[in-house]
């Protein structure tokens, strides 16, 4: 069973504002492992599919911050991550039900991230 990554734009992702530290190079690493990703941001949905699609990277869903728990009951996943750089991200990861990770710690401890492929 697949693992599924969620991650937040604005300060989480290099081409957020403010720009993250996660590059898209790391998003394609990701994807090309087999997990699940997509994103989940205040951004709308509309930009936020735009981001993805002018990046060249076909994610799996795009959802509003607030509606993260629709991904858990679209997509059966061995583990759930959302990664951001607020409380706000942990509070609706948690409450989704997915393990959150803020972005500086999941750069330097999710292998995922990390593994040059």
Request: charged residues 25%.
């Given at each position: 069973?697949?693992?599924?990554?969620?991650?937040?734009?604005?300060?989480?992702?290099?081409?957020?504002?403010p720009?993250?530290s996660?590059?898209?190079?790391?998003?394609?690493r990701v994807?090309?492992q087999?997990?699940?990703i997509g994103s989940?941001s205040?951004?709308?949905?509309?930009?936020?599919?735009r981001?993805?699609?002018?990046?060249?990277?076909?994610?799996?869903?795009?959802?509003?911050k607030?509606?993260l728990?629709?991904?858990?009951?679209?997509?059966?996943?061995?583990?759930?991550?959302?990664?951001?750089?607020t409380d706000?991200?942990?509070y609706?990861s948690?409450k989704?039900g997915f393990?959150?990770?803020f972005?500086d710690?999941?750069?330097e401890g999710?292998?995922a991230?990390?593994?040059?492929?």
């Amino acid at each position: 069973m697949a693992k599924l990554i969620s991650f937040d734009i604005d300060g989480t992702l290099e081409v957020g504002d403010p720009p993250g530290s996660i590059t898209l190079e790391m998003v394609r690493r990701v994807k090309q492992q087999g997990y699940v990703i997509g994103s989940c941001s205040d951004r709308t949905i509309s930009t936020q599919q735009r981001i993805w699609r002018e990046a060249g990277i076909d994610v799996d869903f795009t959802v509003l911050k607030h509606q993260l728990d629709r991904v858990k009951e679209q997509f059966q996943a061995e583990q759930y991550y959302h990664i951001g750089d607020t409380d706000m991200d942990k509070y609706f990861s948690e409450k989704a039900g997915f393990d959150f990770l803020f972005v500086d710690v999941a750069v330097e401890g999710l292998p995922a991230l990390t593994a040059q492929s």
